[in-house]
């Protein structure tokens, strides 16, 4: 009788472990700067597009933070959900300090750094975020409206 209780328990203990399924994985998708290649723009058109609205986003293909979002990012971009330029600083930039907010001309234009993402209302600088954890923000944010 020893046996078969212990045999019953075993067998009870096995099949609800083989019941039971691993926790779903979810599958980090990787992409390419290639996916944006349509809405990479120069710096020279940061301010001039036809929208009355959109956001510029800046990275540098030797940035370790524009690595780390560059999923998130492109990603974001394909969703469609806002229209979104990019511009790789590696081919040219102003970078400086001070707040560009209200800025409606180039020649005042400058970044921070990278990453960078600034949105863009009726051709002058309406809001900006600097840095990964701001633009994450900012994405997650976008993502729940």
């Not at 001039?48 to 998130?72: A, N, T």
């Amino acid at each position: 009788m020893k046996k078969v209780k212990s045999f019953l328990l075993s067998a009870t203990i096995l099949s609800s472990c083989a019941a039971a399924s691993p926790p779903a994985v979810e599958e980090k998708i990787s992409y390419d700067y290639i996916e944006i290649e349509n809405s990479k723009i120069s710096w020279s058109e940061i301010l001039s597009k036809e929208e009355d609205s959109y956001k510029v986003y800046f990275y540098s293909l030797s940035c370790g933070y524009c690595r780390e979002l560059k999923d998130e990012i492109i990603s974001y971009y394909l969703k469609g959900l806002e229209t979104l330029y990019f511009v790789c600083t590696d081919e040219h930039a102003v970078f400086a300090r001070g707040d560009i907010i209200g800025v409606n001309n180039i020649d005042d234009f400058h970044i921070l750094g990278t990453p960078y993402l600034v949105e863009i209302n009726n051709k002058t600088v309406f809001s900006a975020y600097a840095g990964l954890t701001s633009i994450r923000n900012y994405l997650e944010q976008a993502m729940q409206k």
